[in-house]
């Protein structure tokens, strides 16, 4: 069946999504692309959200299965909901091209899920960074991104706990610095983000605070 039938298809809420169908979604290329980037904003929001909850939970349980340019063309979706749940669907994307995307959402994404989504999925790129699978040039943007964020005083706890977790996966003083001023804030939900952050730093200084923390009565923490 041709992308725009499917789509046109999948549009009409008097019909039950079929699952099974949505595999036609995988590896589009070229001009379905661009069919899939018009078509999209006119399927109905509740359709849309239901068909990106599918296409995550089908990729999760197929890995040979690729639905990276669904979820790109649904990061500015008209409905949060829909962003947040295609971020997740790229948890595992390595592609590059996807660092920008994050960084203007987390950075000016008007809704607070969102942005908090975007910071956990530049962690990925952060991982990425560490170890030494980034051209200079991009983890700086990772990195500054990340870093103005954890700093910003106007933005949201989540959204800067998430930033700090991301941020962790840097080894150099600055950022442990960083993530050691968030875990002594006194603030629980700021001190399990930087115990986080201390593992995915993998620095073994941090061990005996972490085996401490085992002890935690805080199951987050």
Request: hydrophobic share 40%; proline share 4%; with cysteine.
């Amino acid at each position: 069946m041709a992308i725009a039938d499917y789509l046109e298809e999948i549009a009409e809420l008097e019909r039950p999504l079929g699952i099974a169908k949505l595999v036609q979604l995988s590896g589009l290329e070229g001009g379905d692309i661009e069919t899939l980037r018009e078509v999209w904003p006119t399927i109905p929001e509740e359709r849309r959200s239901e068909v990106v909850d599918a296409l995550v939970q089908l990729g999760e349980d197929n890995v040979e299965l690729n639905f990276d340019e669904v979820f790109r063309a649904c990061l500015n979706d008209e409905d949060s909901r829909v962003r947040v749940k295609a971020i997740d669907g790229l948890w595992e994307s390595e592609d590059k091209s996807f660092i920008d995307a994050f960084i203007q959402l987390m950075r000016y994404d008007e809704e607070p899920d969102v942005r908090s989504t975007a910071a956990i999925a530049l962690g990925r790129f952060a991982l990425m960074a560490e170890m030494d699978e980034l051209k200079p040039a991009n983890v700086e943007k990772v990195k500054g991104a990340l870093l103005e964020k954890v700093n910003d005083d106007d933005e949201s706890s989540d959204v800067r706990r998430r930033a700090v977790e991301s941020v962790g996966f840097f080894s150099e003083d600055g950022v442990q610095d960083v993530v050691r001023r968030y875990y002594e804030t006194g603030d629980e939900k700021m001190k399990a983000s930087a115990v986080c952050a201390m593992g995915h730093s993998c620095d073994p200084t941090w061990l005996p605070v972490l085996i401490i923390e085992l002890q935690n009565p805080d199951p987050e923490i």
